[in-house]
């Protein structure tokens, strides 16, 4: 169990995969929305961050 100790956000969120250019991309909104407390476009940015295919090094 890792307790992370995180503003107020409940539930885990999905950290943003490296050198994957989307993740940076939502990442970096999703730090912007929660600057302006905008909860429901931060919850918006982790769903598409847990979503979408990460870098495809298929
Ligand atoms: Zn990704």
Known sequence: MAAAV???????EPVPVQGC?????????????RRR???SKVSDC?????NHPHGDRA
């Open 46 to 50: 982790n769903v598409e961050i847990r």
């Open 21 to 33: 250019g989307v993740c940076k991309a939502l990442g970096r909104q999703r730090e912007d929305a």
């Open 37 to 39: 407390l905008d909860l």
């Open 6 to 12: 995180h503003v107020g956000i409940p539930g885990p």
